[in-house]
Protein backbone atom coordinates (compact mmCIF):
# COMPACT_ATOMS: atom_id res chain seq x y z
CA UNK A 1 0.00 0.00 0.00
CA UNK A 2 1.57 3.44 -1.23
CA UNK A 3 2.22 5.73 1.62
CA UNK A 4 0.99 2.83 4.12
CA UNK A 5 3.06 0.42 4.07
CA UNK A 6 6.75 0.74 5.20
CA UNK A 7 9.30 -1.43 6.35
CA UNK A 8 8.24 -1.54 9.81
CA UNK A 9 4.84 -2.80 8.85
CA UNK A 10 5.53 -5.44 6.25
CA UNK A 11 7.83 -6.98 9.09
CA UNK A 12 5.10 -7.09 11.75
CA UNK A 13 2.79 -8.60 9.59
CA UNK A 14 5.64 -11.05 8.75
CA UNK A 15 6.23 -12.02 12.14
CA UNK A 16 2.95 -12.41 13.31
CA UNK A 17 2.55 -15.41 10.21
CA UNK A 18 1.19 -13.11 7.24
CA UNK A 19 3.50 -11.88 4.03
CA UNK A 20 4.08 -8.24 4.93
CA UNK A 21 5.04 -5.95 1.80
CA UNK A 22 6.48 -2.56 1.06
CA UNK A 23 4.35 -0.46 -0.64
CA UNK A 24 6.64 1.25 -3.18
CA UNK A 25 4.16 3.31 -5.85
CA UNK A 26 4.61 6.66 -6.37
CA UNK A 27 8.33 6.28 -4.49
CA UNK A 28 11.68 6.85 -5.88
CA UNK A 29 13.87 3.85 -5.28
CA UNK A 30 15.74 5.34 -2.04
CA UNK A 31 12.55 5.51 -0.23
CA UNK A 32 12.19 1.47 -0.73
CA UNK A 33 16.23 1.07 0.17
CA UNK A 34 15.43 3.03 3.28
CA UNK A 35 11.86 0.79 4.21
CA UNK A 36 14.15 -2.43 2.86
CA UNK A 37 16.64 -1.55 5.86
CA UNK A 38 13.69 -1.05 8.62
CA UNK A 39 12.38 -4.44 7.88
CA UNK A 40 16.18 -6.03 7.71
CA UNK A 41 16.97 -4.47 11.11
CA UNK A 42 13.34 -5.65 12.56
CA UNK A 43 14.56 -9.31 11.26
CA UNK A 44 18.37 -8.49 12.29
CA UNK A 45 19.43 -9.13 9.14
CA UNK A 46 21.31 -6.28 6.75
CA UNK A 47 20.86 -6.06 3.11
CA UNK A 48 24.01 -6.00 2.55
CA UNK A 49 25.45 -8.64 4.13
CA UNK A 50 25.11 -12.54 2.31
CA UNK A 51 22.12 -14.48 4.02
CA UNK A 52 21.39 -17.88 2.95
CA UNK A 53 17.53 -16.94 3.67
CA UNK A 54 14.98 -15.14 1.86
CA UNK A 55 14.16 -11.08 3.60
CA UNK A 56 10.16 -12.33 4.68
CA UNK A 57 8.58 -8.96 3.56
CA UNK A 58 7.66 -8.37 -0.33
CA UNK A 59 7.71 -5.20 -2.17
CA UNK A 60 5.33 -4.17 -4.41
CA UNK A 61 4.61 -1.55 -7.07
CA UNK A 62 2.15 -0.01 -9.67
CA UNK A 63 2.82 -1.27 -13.01
CA UNK A 64 2.02 1.82 -14.83
CA UNK A 65 4.37 4.08 -12.93
CA UNK A 66 7.00 1.38 -12.97
CA UNK A 67 7.02 1.46 -16.60
CA UNK A 68 7.86 5.33 -16.40
CA UNK A 69 10.67 4.50 -13.38
CA UNK A 70 11.94 0.91 -13.94
CA UNK A 71 15.02 1.78 -11.99
CA UNK A 72 12.97 1.87 -9.34
CA UNK A 73 13.13 -1.92 -9.62
CA UNK A 74 16.39 -2.50 -10.65
CA UNK A 75 17.95 -0.71 -8.30
CA UNK A 76 15.99 -2.77 -5.41
CA UNK A 77 16.99 -5.97 -7.11
CA UNK A 78 20.35 -4.46 -7.21
CA UNK A 79 20.52 -3.32 -3.39
CA UNK A 80 18.74 -6.63 -2.26
CA UNK A 81 21.16 -9.33 -4.54
CA UNK A 82 22.63 -10.52 -0.96
CA UNK A 83 19.44 -11.03 0.98
CA UNK A 84 16.33 -11.50 -2.07
CA UNK A 85 13.07 -10.46 -0.63
CA UNK A 86 10.22 -13.55 -0.48
CA UNK A 87 8.10 -11.62 -2.99
CA UNK A 88 7.36 -9.10 -5.53
CA UNK A 89 4.06 -7.66 -6.42
CA UNK A 90 2.92 -6.17 -9.53
CA UNK A 91 -0.43 -3.96 -9.64
CA UNK A 92 -2.17 -1.99 -12.77
CA UNK A 93 -0.83 -3.01 -15.92
CA UNK A 94 1.26 -5.24 -18.05
CA UNK A 95 4.13 -6.55 -15.80
CA UNK A 96 5.88 -9.07 -18.11
CA UNK A 97 8.65 -7.30 -18.57
CA UNK A 98 9.51 -6.67 -14.44
CA UNK A 99 8.49 -10.45 -13.93
CA UNK A 100 11.21 -11.45 -16.12
CA UNK A 101 13.30 -9.28 -14.36
CA UNK A 102 12.65 -10.73 -11.25
CA UNK A 103 12.82 -14.00 -12.42
CA UNK A 104 16.42 -13.05 -13.66
CA UNK A 105 17.87 -10.97 -10.56
CA UNK A 106 16.36 -12.70 -8.11
CA UNK A 107 14.99 -16.16 -8.70
CA UNK A 108 14.38 -17.25 -5.22
CA UNK A 109 11.70 -14.75 -4.55
CA UNK A 110 7.84 -15.70 -5.86
CA UNK A 111 6.20 -13.16 -7.94
CA UNK A 112 2.38 -11.89 -7.06
CA UNK A 113 -0.07 -10.11 -9.74
CA UNK A 114 -3.02 -8.16 -8.57
CA UNK A 115 -5.86 -7.96 -11.29
CA UNK A 116 -9.06 -7.29 -11.28
CA UNK A 117 -10.93 -9.24 -13.62
CA UNK A 118 -11.38 -13.09 -14.89
CA UNK A 119 -9.13 -12.08 -18.02
CA UNK A 120 -6.17 -10.66 -16.25
CA UNK A 121 -5.86 -13.70 -13.88
CA UNK A 122 -6.27 -15.85 -16.66
CA UNK A 123 -3.19 -14.13 -18.32
CA UNK A 124 -1.19 -13.74 -15.20
CA UNK A 125 -1.26 -17.45 -14.82
CA UNK A 126 -0.14 -17.71 -18.29
CA UNK A 127 2.58 -15.60 -17.73
CA UNK A 128 3.76 -17.57 -14.31
CA UNK A 129 2.97 -15.48 -11.50
CA UNK A 130 2.91 -17.97 -8.75
CA UNK A 131 0.31 -16.06 -7.05
CA UNK A 132 -2.27 -13.90 -8.07
CA UNK A 133 -4.41 -11.57 -5.57
CA UNK A 134 -8.28 -11.00 -7.04
CA UNK A 135 -9.29 -7.50 -5.89
CA UNK A 136 -13.13 -6.78 -5.75
CA UNK A 137 -14.74 -3.32 -5.88
CA UNK A 138 -15.08 -2.90 -2.39
CA UNK A 139 -10.88 -2.51 -2.02
CA UNK A 140 -9.38 0.95 -0.73
CA UNK A 141 -7.21 2.65 -2.99
CA UNK A 142 -7.32 1.86 -7.07
CA UNK A 143 -9.17 -0.19 -9.23
CA UNK A 144 -10.42 -0.56 -12.68
CA UNK A 145 -14.06 1.84 -13.01
CA UNK A 146 -15.65 -1.78 -14.44
CA UNK A 147 -15.27 -4.60 -11.16
CA UNK A 148 -17.27 -6.79 -10.03
CA UNK A 149 -17.07 -7.58 -6.02
CA UNK A 150 -14.90 -9.63 -4.60
CA UNK A 151 -17.39 -12.39 -3.39
CA UNK A 152 -18.35 -12.79 -6.83
CA UNK A 153 -14.62 -12.63 -8.88
CA UNK A 154 -13.02 -14.50 -6.27
CA UNK A 155 -14.95 -18.06 -7.04
CA UNK A 156 -15.38 -17.12 -10.90
CA UNK A 157 -11.70 -16.88 -10.93
CA UNK A 158 -10.65 -20.00 -9.18
CA UNK A 159 -13.34 -22.08 -10.88
CA UNK A 160 -11.68 -20.75 -14.33
CA UNK A 161 -7.91 -20.95 -12.99
CA UNK A 162 -9.18 -24.77 -12.34
CA UNK A 163 -10.43 -25.71 -15.49
CA UNK A 164 -7.37 -24.23 -17.49
CA UNK A 165 -4.40 -25.62 -14.86
CA UNK A 166 -6.02 -28.66 -13.59
CA UNK A 167 -2.41 -29.63 -12.68
CA UNK A 168 -1.08 -26.22 -11.46
CA UNK A 169 -2.27 -25.30 -7.96
CA UNK A 170 -2.11 -21.46 -8.45
CA UNK A 171 -3.03 -19.54 -4.71
CA UNK A 172 -6.07 -17.11 -5.25
CA UNK A 173 -6.02 -14.19 -2.13
CA UNK A 174 -8.59 -12.80 -2.11
CA UNK A 175 -8.64 -8.82 -1.57
CA UNK A 176 -11.40 -5.93 -0.86
CA UNK A 177 -13.81 -5.97 2.08
CA UNK A 178 -12.16 -8.55 4.13
CA UNK A 179 -10.81 -6.53 7.76
CA UNK A 180 -11.94 -9.66 10.26
CA UNK A 181 -11.82 -13.16 11.10
CA UNK A 182 -15.24 -13.58 9.47
CA UNK A 183 -14.20 -12.36 6.15
CA UNK A 184 -11.03 -14.71 5.82
CA UNK A 185 -13.56 -17.54 6.43
CA UNK A 186 -15.93 -16.52 3.90
CA UNK A 187 -13.32 -15.58 1.33
CA UNK A 188 -11.68 -19.16 2.30
CA UNK A 189 -15.28 -20.48 1.44
CA UNK A 190 -15.21 -18.78 -1.97
CA UNK A 191 -11.95 -20.98 -3.25
CA UNK A 192 -9.63 -18.22 -1.91
CA UNK A 193 -6.16 -19.91 -0.27
CA UNK A 194 -5.80 -16.47 1.61
CA UNK A 195 -6.39 -13.33 1.88
CA UNK A 196 -5.02 -9.43 1.42
CA UNK A 197 -6.33 -6.74 3.97
CA UNK A 198 -5.42 -3.53 2.88
CA UNK A 199 -7.84 -0.63 4.96
CA UNK A 200 -7.56 -2.90 8.08
CA UNK A 201 -3.09 -2.76 8.13
CA UNK A 202 -3.84 0.72 6.58
CA UNK A 203 -4.98 1.87 10.50
CA UNK A 204 -2.71 -0.37 11.93
CA UNK A 205 0.26 1.56 14.33
CA UNK A 206 3.18 0.58 12.19
CA UNK A 207 1.27 2.18 8.72
CA UNK A 208 3.30 5.26 7.95
CA UNK A 209 -0.42 7.05 6.91
CA UNK A 210 -0.87 9.82 8.82
CA UNK A 211 -2.99 9.77 11.76
CA UNK A 212 -5.42 11.80 11.31
CA UNK A 213 -5.84 9.79 8.26
CA UNK A 214 -5.56 6.85 10.27
CA UNK A 215 -8.27 8.10 13.43
CA UNK A 216 -11.05 9.17 10.17
CA UNK A 217 -11.08 5.61 9.09
CA UNK A 218 -11.57 4.09 12.59
CA UNK A 219 -14.39 6.89 13.01
CA UNK A 220 -16.00 6.03 9.54
CA UNK A 221 -19.04 3.53 9.82
CA UNK A 222 -21.42 2.13 7.05
CA UNK A 223 -18.62 2.39 4.30
CA UNK A 224 -21.60 1.93 0.83
CA UNK A 225 -22.28 5.80 2.53
CA UNK A 226 -18.92 6.92 3.76
CA UNK A 227 -16.55 5.52 1.34
CA UNK A 228 -17.35 6.45 -2.12
CA UNK A 229 -14.49 5.63 -6.19
CA UNK A 230 -13.44 8.67 -7.66
CA UNK A 231 -10.49 9.69 -10.11
CA UNK A 232 -10.69 13.73 -8.74
CA UNK A 233 -8.47 12.84 -5.68
CA UNK A 234 -5.98 11.67 -8.19
CA UNK A 235 -6.14 14.88 -10.28
CA UNK A 236 -5.95 17.04 -6.90
CA UNK A 237 -3.34 14.86 -6.29
CA UNK A 238 -1.48 15.25 -9.85
CA UNK A 239 -1.16 11.61 -9.86
CA UNK A 240 -1.23 10.29 -13.93
CA UNK A 241 -3.36 7.50 -13.47
CA UNK A 242 -4.22 5.64 -16.58
CA UNK A 243 -7.97 6.37 -17.78
CA UNK A 244 -10.33 3.37 -16.68
CA UNK A 245 -9.11 3.39 -13.10
CA UNK A 246 -10.20 5.33 -10.26
CA UNK A 247 -10.16 4.88 -6.65
CA UNK A 248 -11.60 4.21 -3.44
CA UNK A 249 -11.49 7.25 -0.58
CA UNK A 250 -13.28 8.42 2.11
CA UNK A 251 -16.13 10.76 1.81
CA UNK A 252 -14.62 14.25 2.77
CA UNK A 253 -15.22 17.89 2.75
CA UNK A 254 -13.70 17.76 -0.82
CA UNK A 255 -15.79 15.30 -2.32
CA UNK A 256 -19.25 17.21 -1.27
CA UNK A 257 -17.56 20.30 -2.51
CA UNK A 258 -17.05 18.03 -5.71
CA UNK A 259 -20.74 16.58 -5.92
CA UNK A 260 -21.77 20.57 -5.28
CA UNK A 261 -20.23 21.09 -8.89
CA UNK A 262 -17.69 23.59 -7.22
CA UNK A 263 -14.62 24.54 -9.99
CA UNK A 264 -11.53 22.50 -10.27
CA UNK A 265 -9.93 25.36 -9.06
CA UNK A 266 -11.52 25.29 -5.31
CA UNK A 267 -11.57 21.77 -5.05
CA UNK A 268 -7.60 22.08 -5.73
CA UNK A 269 -7.45 24.83 -2.95
CA UNK A 270 -9.39 22.95 -0.14
CA UNK A 271 -6.91 19.85 -1.14
CA UNK A 272 -3.79 21.87 -1.20
CA UNK A 273 -4.73 23.74 1.94
CA UNK A 274 -5.72 20.51 3.61
CA UNK A 275 -2.80 18.48 2.87
CA UNK A 276 -0.45 21.42 4.15
CA UNK A 277 -2.13 20.57 7.94
CA UNK A 278 -3.23 17.31 7.05
CA UNK A 279 -6.98 17.80 7.76
CA UNK A 280 -8.49 14.18 7.22
CA UNK A 281 -11.61 17.14 6.08
CA UNK A 282 -9.75 17.39 2.70
CA UNK A 283 -6.87 14.88 2.22
CA UNK A 284 -7.10 11.95 -0.32
CA UNK A 285 -7.64 8.81 2.14
CA UNK A 286 -7.97 5.43 0.22
CA UNK A 287 -9.94 3.00 2.04
CA UNK A 288 -12.09 0.22 1.03
CA UNK A 289 -16.36 0.59 2.05
CA UNK A 290 -15.26 -2.12 5.18
CA UNK A 291 -14.21 1.13 6.79
CA UNK A 292 -16.57 0.05 9.46
CA UNK A 293 -15.38 -2.93 10.41
CA UNK A 294 -11.99 -1.32 10.96
CA UNK A 295 -12.95 -0.09 14.78
CA UNK A 296 -9.19 0.72 16.11
CA UNK A 297 -5.48 2.15 15.77
CA UNK A 298 -4.11 -1.54 16.45
CA UNK A 299 -0.47 -2.88 16.18
CA UNK A 300 -0.33 -5.22 13.03
CA UNK A 301 0.71 -8.84 15.19
CA UNK A 302 -2.62 -7.68 17.01
CA UNK A 303 -5.02 -7.48 13.56
CA UNK A 304 -3.50 -10.94 12.68
CA UNK A 305 -3.95 -12.61 15.94
CA UNK A 306 -7.49 -11.44 16.53
CA UNK A 307 -8.17 -12.46 13.10
CA UNK A 308 -7.01 -16.06 13.52
CA UNK A 309 -9.06 -16.25 16.31
CA UNK A 310 -11.85 -14.95 15.17
CA UNK A 311 -12.01 -17.19 11.62
CA UNK A 312 -11.56 -20.43 14.17
CA UNK A 313 -14.18 -18.99 16.05
CA UNK A 314 -16.69 -18.36 13.24
CA UNK A 315 -15.79 -21.76 11.69
CA UNK A 316 -16.84 -23.62 14.32
CA UNK A 317 -19.84 -22.02 14.70
CA UNK A 318 -20.79 -22.39 11.53
CA UNK A 319 -19.88 -26.14 11.75
CA UNK A 320 -22.92 -26.30 14.00
CA UNK A 321 -24.61 -24.30 12.41
CA UNK A 322 -24.81 -27.00 9.26
CA UNK A 323 -24.09 -29.80 11.87
CA UNK A 324 -21.37 -31.28 10.71
C1 LIG B 1 -4.23 3.14 1.60
C2 LIG B 1 -4.19 2.09 0.53
C3 LIG B 1 -3.16 2.11 -0.40
C4 LIG B 1 -3.11 1.14 -1.40
N1 LIG B 1 -2.07 1.15 -2.29
C5 LIG B 1 -1.94 0.14 -3.18
C6 LIG B 1 -0.80 0.08 -4.02
O1 LIG B 1 0.07 0.95 -3.97
N2 LIG B 1 -0.69 -0.96 -4.88
C7 LIG B 1 -1.65 -1.95 -4.93
O2 LIG B 1 -1.48 -2.90 -5.70
N3 LIG B 1 -2.75 -1.90 -4.17
C8 LIG B 1 -2.91 -0.90 -3.28
N4 LIG B 1 -4.00 -0.87 -2.46
C9 LIG B 1 -5.01 -1.95 -2.57
C10 LIG B 1 -4.60 -3.15 -1.72
O3 LIG B 1 -3.53 -3.82 -2.31
C11 LIG B 1 -5.74 -4.17 -1.56
O4 LIG B 1 -6.11 -4.70 -2.80
C12 LIG B 1 -6.97 -3.59 -0.91
O5 LIG B 1 -6.64 -2.71 0.12
C13 LIG B 1 -7.85 -4.71 -0.37
O6 LIG B 1 -9.10 -4.22 -0.01
P1 LIG B 1 -9.45 -3.62 1.46
O7 LIG B 1 -8.89 -2.25 1.46
O8 LIG B 1 -10.93 -3.66 1.47
O9 LIG B 1 -8.82 -4.51 2.46
C14 LIG B 1 -4.09 0.12 -1.47
C15 LIG B 1 -5.12 0.11 -0.52
C16 LIG B 1 -5.18 1.07 0.47
C17 LIG B 1 -6.28 1.02 1.48
Known amino acids: MAYAAGGALAAEVSKAG ?17 EIDVACKSF ?12 PIGIGYITWYLTEHPELLEEHLEYTKQTPLAAF ?35 AA ?15 GHGPVLNSSTIILVPEVVS ?23 GLLAALALGASGVVMGTRFMAAEE ?12 EAKDGGTTTMRTEMLDTLRRSNWPQGYNGRVLRNAITDAMERGESLRALQKLYDDAKASNDAKGLAIFAGSNVGLVNEILP ?7 TMREANQAYHNLSDMLDV
Open 207 to 218: SVYHINAKKAVV
Open 18 to 34: GLGFIGCGYTDASWGKR
Open 160 to 182: MLQSRYPNRSIPVLAAGGIANGR
Open 300 to 306: AGQIIAN
Open 89 to 123: WFAYGDCRRFMAMVRDKSPQSKIVVQVNTVKEASD
Open 126 to 140: DQGADAIVVQGHEAG
Open 44 to 55: QLSASATSTTLL
